[in-house]
């Protein structure tokens, strides 16, 4: 398989059958097809542990944990027994051993971390979640388990931490990883996979700014890292086809203080477990 080919089956297919649906709902009412794009939206795909996370999965000390303003419950992982602890957040559809390469580097280095699934995903309960729910738990476990040393985050992860950061969250340094940047661009990404009108995305835009009361493009990494003062790493792959490479760049121009690392072939998933990742990320973490 040629690495361009092996970037793109990392990439999460929409199955024909819904594309077929919302089509034909498209066809039939422009508010069925938005509520219908917007089920699908907030709907995360649950995947099955791979083997290369069962160590953590194993050996780390796992609870439930109630986050009291999104009134959901959450499975969190306590990984390591050190009280320098590192906060880790999966990205849409991902689950809290996914960082596990980088996890087990940090523990190395005398670190805890303490990652969870967000409503939804992994074995955490629900059908359905959004990435204000993922800043509401990063809260929460900041309030329950804090302070933490450094977050690092993936894909949404990562713009969750910027934006929890915004909201008081205290840490030293953030590192984010293929991290995803204007909200509409993403609406408009998702609305062009399902093969939709664009108007959609407006709609579907609209529909969430009624349902949580807030313009989405709120937030946007970019414009929550205007309000982030402390130094922030970006990794990002130039063959990321899930986001691309443009958000690195935008979110690095609103920061106050970052570095940037630009990888190659590695695509949206496979750049996790990279070793010159993890080591770029262990420099970083270690320059204090």
Not at 61 to 70: G, H, L, N, R, Y
Not at 113 to 125: L, R, V
Not at 170 to 185: C, E, H, N
Not at 259 to 276: D, Q
């Amino acid at each position: 398989m040629s690495k361009n080919k092996e970037i793109e089956a990392q990439t999460l297919k929409i199955p024909k059958v819904i594309l077929i649906t919302a089509k034909l709902l498209e066809v039939i009412s422009t508010k069925l097809v938005t509520k219908f794009a917007a089920k699908l939206f907030t709907t995360p795909i649950k995947h099955k542990i791979p083997k290369r996370e069962f160590h953590m999965d194993k050996e780390s000390v796992q609870e439930k944990v109630f986050v009291p303003s999104i009134n959901k419950e959450i499975v969190v992982y306590h990984y390591g027994k050190s009280e320098k602890q590192i906060l880790l957040v999966h990205g849409w559809s991902g689950r809290g051993t996914q960082l596990v390469k980088i996890a087990d580097e940090l523990l190395n280095l005398g670190y805890s971390t303490i990652s969870f699934d967000a409503p939804a995903h992994g074995k955490s309960k629900g059908n359905s979640s959004i990435m204000v729910e993922f800043i509401a738990s990063i809260l929460e476990l900041e309030k329950q388990f804090g302070p933490f040393q450094f977050a690092i985050g993936h894909s949404l992860g990562g713009m969750a931490i910027l934006n929890a950061i915004r909201e008081k969250l205290k840490v030293r340094k953030v590192v984010l990883i293929g991290s995803g940047d204007i909200i509409q661009d993403i609406i408009d990404d998702f609305i062009k996979k399902l093969k939709l009108n664009p108007e959609i995305g407006i709609k579907l835009r609209e529909h969430f700014k009624k349902k949580y009361g807030v313009e989405m493009n709120y937030y946007s990494a970019s414009i929550a890292a205007k309000e982030v003062l402390i130094p922030v790493l970006i990794i990002h792959d130039e063959n990321d086809v899930d986001v691309n490479v443009k958000a690195a760049y935008n979110i690095k121009e609103n920061l106050n203080i970052s570095e940037l690392m630009i990888t190659k072939n590695l695509g949206h998933r496979k750049i996790l477990g990279n070793n010159e990742v993890v080591q770029r990320i262990v420099t970083f973490i270690k320059d204090l």
